[in-house]
């Protein structure tokens, strides 16, 4: 019985370059989220996704970054010309119904832009 | 700007004492939800209130729900090492749309 899956857990990038990020919810579960944390922050909100629709992308950058989750394999938060700002850990979560559910975490990806 | 602000953002606590943690909004909240990161790790789920002034309780942990639903607490007895770790509220805010809006957390040090 898998939890959520995050891959791969470290990515360093060099500014510029692009950055993808792999989320396998737990099974059974259609919906993800994407959050992004700073170090000694909190959790901030960035996406929400079902199967094949961006629900609400209210707290992504509106350029640069991008997510998807398609009707076949995992989801996938994109990073276009990464800059030492996106130097993050970047955690997707996943629930079997609406938000207010307990949300599923995955244990992160971590982001360093050199 | 932040709808859930979280109180203390630091809590350095004795080993064996207890301590509070507070959520506090200024528009009514569906529900709440709290959630523990070990350092290092990942957030995990503890519990979620949704009636107004309900106490849910988890072996040495109380949470509360305030009467109004802007706020809650957990509080902690008989503090142990392992309690260590960041503890964030969530919410999910009407006006915000359907998601989750965490707070801030409060980072819980133990003093052995």
């Known amino acids: 019985n898998a939890g959520v899956m995050q891959n791969p857990r470290h990515l360093v990038r060099r500014r510029g370059q692009e950055a993808r990020l792999r989320c396998s919810p737990m099974k059974g579960h259609s919906h993800v989220y994407w959050y992004r944390q700073l170090p000694e922050e909190g959790l901030k909100f960035m996406v929400y996704l079902q199967k094949e629709n961006i629900i609400d992308e209210s707290g992504m950058p509106k350029e640069r970054f991008s997510a998807e989750f398609p009707k076949e394999g995992p989801s996938i938060l994109r990073i276009q010309q990464v800059v030492r700002g996106d130097s993050a850990a970047y955690f997707c979560?996943?629930?079997?119904?609406?938000?207010?559910?307990?949300?599923?975490f995955g244990p992160g990806t971590r982001l360093t832009v050199l | 700007g932040q709808q859930v602000m979280q109180i203390p953002q630091y809590q350095h606590v004795q080993e064996g004492e207890d301590f509070t943690t507070y959520c506090n909004s200024s528009t009514t909240l569906s529900n709440i939800q709290w959630y523990k990161q070990r350092p290092g790790g990942h957030p995990v789920f503890l519990i979620q209130?949704?009636?107004?002034?309900e106490v849910k309780k988890q072996k040495r942990l109380t949470f509360q729900f305030g009467e109004a639903k802007k706020n809650s607490s957990l509080h902690i007895t008989a503090t142990q090492t392992t309690d260590v770790g960041t503890y964030f509220c969530?919410?999910?805010?009407?006006?915000?749309?359907?998601?989750?809006?965490f707070g801030g957390g409060t980072r819980v040090l133990v003093k052995p």
């Open positions: 209130l949704v009636k107004s002034g």
């Open positions: 969530a919410a999910e805010i009407k006006a915000a749309g359907n998601k989750l809006t």
């Open positions: 979560a996943s629930s079997p119904g609406m938000p207010a559910n307990e949300q599923f």
